[in-house]
């Protein structure tokens, strides 16, 4: 596959994702019409919105996080009061953060971990940006299950020597506007990060639909179908001449220059890794069956 370098200026990629109502509205792109791949979101998720719309009359009321709270540990299979709800996981990600410090395990992580050299130690679980599970003998203090769901099948490792965890249910129900995390810690460390979070962090219409979501969940179906879309998205790629790294996240990383600036104008973003000090490199979210197909046109447009 050959990338071209004469086509529009694509803006500069954002040291993370989810950029792409931006870089559609600069190319002259519906933003809705755009396949945004540097978001990385289940595409198995049922719709939200319905949900949502069940909830509206609680517009009107001040977040209550008990009811949700209660519902969501218990999927956890953890004590609510080791539980603290969160306005999405950079949220839980921040607050912890603050609380207990520390840094990265090793490079490259997540951006928003801290990066101190001292203090606990944070592993993304799977691996960002690897994509890879953390083995049995693997060591962190704080880990990050944003995609672990996706990647196994199950809400999380429960691991019981973490100072904590944090987690993303944006990612799993693709729903990234109603900003719904969490963390989980023994209950005196969630005590002091809920000190640490703005009363009435998480809205009510998120708190109201988050049982809807929960039961809606198969973990393992959705497990299941990543990893076979992840396979057709591999050989897609492979197909078009492209070097594809693929773990158990629900992307993979593509290893080809310009790949962002070639696809964004024929309407299908990917995350340039630069951010992770990749550059050169492109994460690639599994999309679903019919983003397959976009992808593969656009694959055939910019030319092999």
Request: hydrophobic share 45%.
């Amino acid at each position: 596959m050959s990338v071209g370098s004469g086509g529009p200026v694509v803006l500069p990629a954002g040291a993370h994702g989810g950029d792409g109502p931006a870089v559609a509205r600069a190319l002259g792109l519906d933003p809705a019409d755009l396949l945004d791949l540097s978001q990385t979101m289940n595409p198995l998720a049922p719709a939200v919105a319905p949900m949502v719309a069940r909830h509206l009359d609680t517009l009107g009321r001040y977040p209550d996080p008990g009811p949700a709270t209660r519902e969501l540990a218990a999927a956890l299979g953890v004590d609510p009061e080791r539980l603290l709800l969160t306005n999405g996981g950079s949220e839980a990600i921040h607050l912890v953060a603050a609380e207990l410090g520390g840094g990265v395990r090793s490079e490259p992580d997540f951006g928003l971990h801290p990066r101190s050299p001292d203090g606990p130690r944070w592993r993304t679980d799977p691996h960002s940006p690897s994509g890879a599970l953390a083995g049995p003998q693997e060591r962190a203090d704080v880990w990050d299950e944003a995609f672990y769901a996706l990647a196994t099948g199950r809400w999380t490792a429960d691991r019981d020597t973490a100072s904590a965890t944090v987690g993303s249910l944006t990612k799993t129900f693709a729903c990234p506007g109603l900003r719904l995390g969490y963390a989980v810690a023994d209950p005196d460390v969630v005590d002091r990060l809920r000190a640490r979070q703005p009363h009435w962090s998480v809205g009510t219409p998120a708190l109201a639909v988050l049982p809807d979501l929960l039961a809606a969940a198969d973990l393992p179906a959705w497990a299941d179908g990543i990893r076979a879309l992840r396979r057709e998205l591999t050989d897609l790629l492979a197909g078009h001449g492209l070097s594809v790294e693929a773990a158990d996240a629900p992307w993979v990383l593509v290893h080809r220059q310009g790949l962002r600036e070639a696809l964004a104008p024929l309407g299908v973003l990917v995350r340039d890794c630069t951010s992770f000090g990749l550059p050169g490199v492109a994460r690639v979210a599994v999309p679903d069956a019919d983003g397959l197909q976009r992808l593969g046109r656009a694959l055939d447009a910019v030319g092999g």
